[in-house]
């Protein structure tokens, strides 16, 4: 087991400067801001299985972790290493998941991970997206956020999902694809680096390697063409190489950064690598001033999306239903519904204005209308609705009928014919005036789904009424004209139609005469009785729907209950703006701090 480091690794690092702005985008990664979209800048840690990515961490961080044969790192482990100044101060090591904190020790740690990873992606060999916080904050560590990602791995090996190089390339493509990320590329210097997995991944990504820092471990086995190696840069590693060789067995920390300088100052190879290329405390360094850089190249651009994605928030959620408070509001809001649906139907169905709704022709209810009813009459002309018998009739006289008696049961039986069409015309203009009705109460009451199927309904029961009420002036004004012949219009002699000139063109004649009677007489009751619908009618009826008892169906109170649907978008928009409030929090706190150019 590691020893407690007695001396940071080294000095020029952890000035201070970097750990309020590391804590606040800690503090933001623990809100999990992130699955806002608002990527946060990270140092990721990529590399094959083995390539010794457990060893750099632990190294950099003067613990111990699972590390070694198998894969041991099966999920995310979001390391957090934080300096504690005072020398005398215990170490504090604890692990947070699942909402959890578990605290540890230095000796803990590996059966700490190990547990904790079992109850996070199960015992098997199988691995999760959901992340590990390993906090190990003591004297002399870096101050420095890692999230160290499973190995990859080309061959299942028993007991592994048989798709886990694909479960891996996600996972490891999820924390590197965002170009906040810094990657780590872990490399063993026993392999030939254009042929390493995680080289093509990261180049995938960032094919310039301008956020790409190439770590180089093994350096004690394979000193061999090292040098040659990183100097050539085959792979494009913008942000350079630095060659290190970790804890061999169960060396102190000591022991090995002691062990480490003297093997890259004496061995006749490794010596002559820069020292700026080599050891675990350049590295440390390196990586401590790339996160300066990065954290104060993004939180400005951070903050903002902050600020754009809580107004949007906020936005949507002041734009959905108001809430009623109490039965009083519930009568105030279907009152401002029933008179703006009132002023839009009396413009659409009474005078013809679509000033509202010019492009939506749904909505042009009164020429729809008026199209209806010329199509419906224009059956209703002689031409259709005279057949062959009754011209004999009325040519011949009928045997022991007088004329006019021929005449008159002519009419009748045009009357008899003309009776349905005129029935369904009706049903016909009532249906579509109820769908015409429904849409604009409807968009009026867009803001109270609840009350919608009771408005609804009141509107289809009085339609009903209208229905029966047209039909029942069909059949009256029918019977009317069944009567007999009657009109005061051009007959100035008092002409006797049915004997003045042949019975044929005196029953065309007299037939136009009905026929416009008969639509004329349609079109005003129909607008007679909209008139009375939209001015008198609705309301009463959807007020008495409304007002019913709740047993009954209606029931205003049902104003005051929020649909579900509605309740869960505002539970949902209102998490997440508390979410965006508090990292607001967290940033303003330290905005102030972050000066241009304070390099
Ligand atoms: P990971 O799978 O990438 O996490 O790799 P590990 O950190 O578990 O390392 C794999 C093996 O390589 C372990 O047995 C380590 O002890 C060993 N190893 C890692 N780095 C070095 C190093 O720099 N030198 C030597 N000699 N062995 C190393
Ligand atoms: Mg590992």
């Given at each position: 087991?590691?020893?407690?480091?007695?001396?940071?690794?080294?000095?020029?690092?952890?000035n201070?400067?970097?750990?309020?702005?590391?804590?606040?985008?800690?503090?933001?990664?623990?809100?999990n801001?992130?699955?806002?979209?608002?990527q946060?800048?990270?140092?990721?840690?990529?590399g094959d299985?083995?390539?010794?990515?457990?060893?750099?961490?632990?190294?950099?961080?003067g613990?111990?972790l699972?590390?070694?044969q198998?894969?041991?790192t099966?999920?995310?482990?979001?390391?957090?290493?934080?300096?504690?100044?005072?020398?005398?101060?215990?170490?504090?090591?604890h692990?947070?998941?699942?909402?959890?904190?578990?605290p540890?020790?230095?000796?803990?740690?590996?059966d700490?991970?190990?547990?904790?990873?079992?109850?996070?992606?199960?015992?098997?060999?199988?691995?999760?997206?959901?992340?590990?916080t390993?906090?190990?904050?003591?004297?002399?560590?870096?101050?420095?956020?890692?999230?160290?990602?499973?190995?990859?791995?080309?061959v299942?090996?028993?007991?592994?999902p048989?798709?886990?190089?694909?479960?891996?390339r996600d996972?490891?493509?999820?924390?590197?694809?965002?170009?906040?990320?810094?990657?780590?590329?872990?490399?063993?210097?026993?392999v030939?680096?254009?042929t390493?997995?995680?080289?093509?991944m990261?180049?995938?990504?960032?094919?310039?390697?301008?956020?790409?820092?190439?770590?180089?471990t093994?350096?004690?086995?394979?000193?061999?063409?090292?040098?040659?190696k990183v100097?050539?840069?085959?792979?494009?590693?913008?942000?350079?190489?630095?060659?290190?060789?970790?804890?061999?067995?169960?060396?102190?920390s000591?022991?090995?950064?002691?062990?480490?300088?003297e093997?890259?100052?004496?061995?006749?190879?490794?010596?002559?690598?820069?020292?700026?290329?080599?050891?675990?405390?350049?590295?440390?360094?390196k990586?401590?001033?790339?996160?300066e850089?990065?954290?104060?190249?993004c939180?400005p651009?951070?903050?903002?999306k902050?600020?754009?994605?809580?107004?949007?928030?906020?936005?949507?959620?002041?734009?959905?239903?108001?809430?009623?408070?109490?039965?009083?509001?519930?009568?105030?809001?279907?009152?401002?519904?029933?008179n703006?649906?009132?002023?839009?139907?009396?413009?659409?169905?009474?005078?013809?204005?679509?000033?509202?709704?010019?492009?939506?022709?749904?909505?042009?209810?009164?020429?729809?209308?008026?199209e209806?009813?010329?199509?419906?009459?224009?059956?209703?002309?002689?031409?259709?609705?005279?057949?062959?018998d009754e011209?004999?009739?009325?040519?011949?006289?009928?045997?022991?009928?007088?004329?006019?008696?021929?005449?008159?049961?002519?009419?009748?039986?045009?009357l008899?014919?003309?009776?349905?069409?005129?029935?369904k015309?009706?049903?016909?203009?009532?249906?579509?005036?109820e769908?015409?009705v429904?849409?604009?109460?409807?968009?009026?009451?867009?803001?109270?789904?609840?009350?919608?199927?009771?408005?609804?309904?009141?509107?289809?029961?009085?339609i009903?009424?209208?229905?029966?009420?047209?039909?029942?002036?069909?059949?009256?004004?029918?019977?009317?004209?069944?009567?007999?012949?009657?009109?005061?219009?051009?007959?100035?002699?008092?002409?006797?139609?049915?004997?003045?000139?042949?019975?044929?063109?005196?029953?065309?004649a007299?037939w136009?005469?009905?026929?416009?009677?008969?639509?004329?007489?349609?079109?005003?009751?129909?607008?007679?009785?909209?008139?009375?619908?939209v001015?008198?009618?609705?309301?009463e009826?959807?007020?008495?729907?409304?007002?019913?008892?709740?047993?009954?169906?209606g029931?205003?109170?049902?104003?005051?209950?929020?649909?579900?649907?509605?309740?869960?978008?505002?539970?949902?928009?209102?998490?997440?703006?508390?979410?965006?409030?508090?990292?607001?929090?967290v940033?303003?706190?330290?905005?102030?701090?972050?000066?241009?150019?304070?390099?």
């Amino acid at each position: 087991m590691a020893a407690a480091m007695h001396a940071p690794i080294i000095s020029s690092y952890n000035n201070g400067r970097i750990r309020p702005l590391l804590d606040c985008v800690d503090k933001l990664r623990a809100l999990n801001v992130m699955q806002e979209g608002i990527q946060l800048p990270t140092i990721v840690v990529v590399g094959d299985q083995s390539s010794g990515k457990s060893s750099v961490l632990e190294s950099l961080a003067g613990i111990s972790l699972p590390r070694g044969q198998g894969m041991s790192t099966r999920v995310p482990l979001i390391m957090r290493l934080k300096n504690q100044p005072d020398p005398e101060s215990p170490p504090e090591i604890h692990l947070e998941f699942n909402g959890k904190i578990v605290p540890t020790d230095e000796a803990g740690i590996e059966d700490a991970i190990i547990s904790a990873t079992d109850e996070v992606a199960g015992c098997g060999k199988g691995i999760s997206h959901t992340p590990l916080t390993l906090l190990v904050k003591k004297c002399g560590v870096p101050d420095l956020t890692m999230v160290d990602l499973p190995g990859i791995t080309r061959v299942p090996v028993k007991g592994q999902p048989h798709d886990i190089y694909e479960q891996i390339r996600d996972i490891i493509m999820e924390h590197i694809t965002s170009e906040e990320s810094i990657i780590l590329n872990v490399l063993s210097a026993t392999v030939d680096f254009p042929t390493c997995e995680s080289i093509r991944m990261s180049q995938a990504v960032d094919p310039t390697g301008k956020r790409t820092l190439a770590v180089v471990t093994k350096a004690d086995i394979a000193p061999q063409g090292l040098l040659e190696k990183v100097t050539a840069d085959e792979v494009r590693i913008g942000l350079g190489y630095v060659c290190v060789s970790n804890r061999i067995g169960s060396e102190s920390s000591q022991d090995e950064r002691n062990r480490e300088a003297e093997l890259f100052d004496t061995h006749p190879l490794l010596s002559k690598i820069d020292k700026s290329m080599v050891s675990i405390p350049v590295l440390a360094d390196k990586l401590v001033s790339i996160q300066e850089n990065i954290i104060s190249k993004c939180l400005p651009d951070i903050v903002k999306k902050i600020q754009d994605k809580l107004a949007a928030n906020l936005e949507e959620l002041n734009a959905l239903p108001k809430t009623i408070a109490s039965v009083g509001e519930g009568f105030a809001a279907l009152i401002r519904i029933l008179n703006s649906t009132k002023r839009s139907l009396t413009k659409l169905l009474l005078t013809g204005d679509f000033g509202e709704y010019p492009e939506d022709t749904e909505m042009h209810i009164i020429a729809k209308l008026m199209e209806m009813l010329n199509r419906g009459t224009a059956f209703l002309k002689s031409e259709n609705i005279e057949n062959e018998d009754e011209i004999s009739d009325l040519e011949m006289g009928l045997p022991g009928f007088l004329p006019h008696r021929a005449f008159l049961y002519t009419l009748q039986k045009r009357l008899n014919r003309a009776s349905p069409v005129l029935l369904k015309l009706v049903g016909d203009l009532w249906a579509y005036i109820e769908t015409g009705v429904i849409n604009v109460l409807s968009l009026h009451c867009e803001n109270h789904p609840q009350i919608q199927s009771g408005a609804t309904r009141a509107v289809e029961s009085i339609i009903a009424k209208k229905k029966e009420e047209s039909a029942r002036w069909v059949t009256e004004i029918i019977g009317m004209e069944k009567l007999g012949i009657y009109t005061c219009k051009n007959n100035p002699q008092g002409m006797d139609l049915a004997t003045a000139f042949d019975a044929k063109t005196g029953m065309a004649a007299y037939w136009e005469i009905v026929r416009t009677r008969l639509v004329d007489g349609l079109v005003l009751h129909i607008l007679f009785k909209c008139q009375k619908l939209v001015e008198e009618e609705m309301e009463e009826e959807v007020v008495k729907d409304l007002t019913a008892p709740p047993s009954g169906g209606g029931g205003i109170e049902r104003m005051l209950e929020e649909s579900s649907l509605v309740a869960e978008e505002r539970e949902r928009l209102s998490k997440r703006v508390e979410l965006l409030q508090e990292s607001q929090d967290v940033v303003a706190k330290i905005i102030g701090r972050i000066v241009p150019g304070d390099d």
